[in-house]
């Protein structure tokens, strides 16, 4: 072989080696970490598809999951950069916000207000078709389990009750933790009922205790201001988005992408829903609550994920009817939402 054609030979044999070379070194492009808090519930469904399929690192992201205490402790660490994102009633948000911390809303991930109260079966409750008010005025008296006081749960529970003329002094509100702890709280008879956040959470209670469904926020007979009051918002705190833009905006995408992801695959989204809430153990509850958070949590998903001026005053009036403001000053629309987050409608 001639030196020449030595020389194209090695020439040729070298492009895919140089090619190869620079594939690896872009995909061994460092990813900015990227901490979620997350509970155990349907609506975080997205953060876990946004890890499980790709689309936090498609947009820059290394995602990792925590799950803290309750929703306070989530806030703590939001606030001390522990975590970068979390989503949460967007009512905690802007109450934190009226007092000055630095929590915003960064966008809207479930717009559809979704809470169920449950209850035991027996002779001190109207039965579940009975009107509205009705229901609502027979939890006078009663022992009521919310996950934390001024948590999202323990807010949906005052909005009823205003609702049907009450007030919280009218109940016994119980903080009980994370919401397996109803389970034991119910069948011990220490609550006569508990506010629940999440739907694979109603299915295991039911399954554990006999409870039914007593009120839902998704039932038409239900005020369209509470059924339309936004359920879950991305919470940032404006100094991280503002240093890290890219990120931020990364995450929001990632979410979009696993929203949509999830309408198309079902069957596979409940496969990671099963992995994140079940430990693997419950597939075939996990695939009759993918469709049912489609038609709850994510029912109105705008594909902008932004929060319309409009939903935020149904937030703020939810923080008005359950005093949430009476220590500062009412928040606006431009103090909570960050700029990119924010549309008229």
Known sequence: MSKSIAKALAAFLCVPVLAMSGATAKAAEPKTPFTIAVFQSEGYLPDFVAKEKGFGEKYGLDISFVTPSSGSAAAQLLLAGAINGWSTDPLIIATAASRGYDIRIGGVSAPSFTYTIMTIPGKQWPDPSAPLLDRIKALKGKRIGVSGIGAGTDNALLLFLKEAGLTAQDVTRVAIG???????????????????????????????????????????????????????????????????????????????????????????????????????????????????????????????????????????QEGRVVDSFKDSQEPTYQQVVLPFARIKD
């Open 178 to 316: 994370q919401q397996q702890a109803a389970i034991g709280q119910l069948s011990a008879g220490r609550i006569d009922a508990f506010v629940s956040f999440a739907l694979a959470g109603n299915e295991m209670i039911k399954e554990e205790t006999g409870a039914v469904e007593y009120i839902s926020t998704l039932t038409e007979d239900v005020p369209a201001s509470i059924r339309n009051t936004p359920h879950l918002a991305f919470a940032v705190s404006s100094e991280f988005a503002n240093k890290n833009p890219k990120a931020v905006q990364g995450w929001l995408n990632a979410e979009r992408d696993a929203i949509a992801w999830i309408r198309e695959n079902q069957h596979e989204a409940a496969e990671i829903l099963d992995k994140h809430i079940f430990n693997g153990k419950q597939p075939e509850l996990a695939r009759k609550i993918v469709p049912m958070a489609l038609q709850s949590f994510f029912r109105n998903t705008r594909d902008d994920l932004k929060m319309p001026e409009s939903a935020f005053e149904l937030v703020v």
